[in-house]
Nanobody, 124 residues
């Protein structure tokens, strides 16, 4: 089992930037990919971005492509989500998640471990 803890959320004005962190602990060996999802009130959880633990592959949702960057720091078992040019529609609870099995599908059911989520609010 992997424990994931997000940090770095908060309130930011539209056009601003924010960096989220996800610290992983426990059985990180064998994790195939790490991803970020978000869920706005009244909406389903949606995929944002993911990368393989090796860093060789990344996936981006069309809605955030060009505005977000995912990176990792293996020595700290930490994954980062850099978000720029934020919009009010980016407001959501953001979740870090771990995927154990190879494959390019990025739906919530593909990910077996989840963080508790962190609020990001973008004001207009």
């Amino acid at each position: 089992q992997v424990q994931l803890v997000e940090s770095g959320g908060g309130l930011v004005q539209a056009g601003g930037s924010l960096r989220l962190s996800c610290a992983a602990s426990g059985r990180t060996f064998g994790v195939y990919a790490m991803g970020w999802f978000r869920q706005a009130p009244g909406k389903e959880r949606e995929f944002v971005v993911a990368l393989t633990w090796s860093g060789g592959s990344t996936w981006y949702a069309d809605s955030v492509k060009g505005r977000v960057t995912i990176s990792r720091e293996n020595a700290k078992n930490t994954v980062y989500l850099q978000m720029n040019s934020l919009k009010p529609e980016d407001t959501a609870v953001y979740y870090c998640a771990a995927k154990w099995h190879p494959g390019a599908t990025m739906v919530p059911s593909d990910f077996g471990s989840w963080g508790q989520g962190i609020q990001v609010t973008v004001s207009s």
